[in-house]
């Protein structure tokens, strides 16, 4: 595992393993989740479908997660894409999902100090991942059934491809991306230092450039740490065959019936998963 990057070659990769592509010059990734036979299923925004809220400020990079159907796939004439109505998540062939960059493989079970040695977000988690049996029926079942509306602010194709491998969804509907989570660090830390500056000029001068740069990156790495699918305890580990229950349950914001088998659910996520399995 490298320091920044996670490349790996395609011989090396395995069945359920959770794959990335840089887009848009290593500005934003689009992640997805190995099944085998070359395939990946990952989640992108349903045809028509509005941006999420906020989504206007990096429009370019929530359409760099779309499938373009111009490219020419090295197996089918036409496009390789399989996708069950207008629900967002689609199977295509590995060629397609990179559009012609390299693969990188997300890694998980880190230790603390490989997550604050990755400078970008997006690229590891200190959750550990569920069996590759269990991550390749979340994301096939959710091929047919979906995973709701695509949002780059709060549900993208990293948030999928982390539920298909550990089961976690944050409560809050919001994302447990990494990606976001280091923006959103990087945002905080750098309004952390605005502030200091202007209520602590001599402090900053005592401590000098090189005390003002561990504040900074200590702060990104806090934030960081703490918005990691991992520690957050904003997440409930869902059974897929509940998921869109849980996910409706979100968007009303209010206590159901609903919302009370999803409690059940969660108390027995780990049984009702083996018995899909079995």
Not at 80 to 97: A, E, K, M, T, Y
């Amino acid at each position: 595992m490298g320091v920044l990057f996670n490349k790996v070659d395609r011989s090396d990769l395995r069945v359920g393993d959770h794959v990335y592509s840089w887009r848009s010059g290593y500005t934003y990734a689009h992640h997805g989740i190995f099944v085998g036979d070359n395939d990946v299923i990952h989640f992108t925004r349903g045809l028509d479908q509005e941006l999420g809220a906020g989504a206007s400020l990096i429009t370019s990079l929530a359409s760099s997660s779309m499938p373009k159907q111009s490219l020419s796939c090295p197996r089918f004439p036409d496009s390789c894409v399989f996708q069950n109505g207008n629900n967002g998540v689609i199977r295509s062939c590995l060629d397609c999902f990179l559009e012609g960059g390299h693969v990188y493989r997300f890694e998980y079970g880190v230790s603390k100090a490989v997550l604050f040695a990755q400078a970008r977000g997006g690229t590891c988690t200190l959750a550990q991942s569920d069996p590759p049996k269990t991550v390749v029926h979340r994301a096939e079942y959710l091929l047919q059934n979906g995973f709701g509306n695509y949002d780059i602010i709060s549900k993208n194709c990293e948030d999928f491809a982390i539920y298909c491998k550990t089961g976690f969804i944050v409560k809050s509907n919001d994302s447990g991306s990494g990606q976001i989570a280091a923006m959103r660090a990087a945002r905080f830390s750098f309004t952390s230092y605005r502030y200091t500056v202007m209520l602590a000029d001599t402090v900053l001068l005592a401590a000098g450039p090189v005390g003002v740069a561990f504040m900074v990156v200590g702060v990104y790495s806090l934030k960081r740490y703490q918005a990691d699918i991992g520690v957050r305890v904003d997440k409930a580990q869902v059974p897929v065959e509940y998921l869109a229950e849980y996910l409706e349950s979100l968007i009303r914001n209010k206590p159901s019936e609903s919302s009370k088998s999803q409690a059940k659910a969660e108390a027995e996520a780990p049984l009702t998963a083996q018995k899909t399995l079995n």
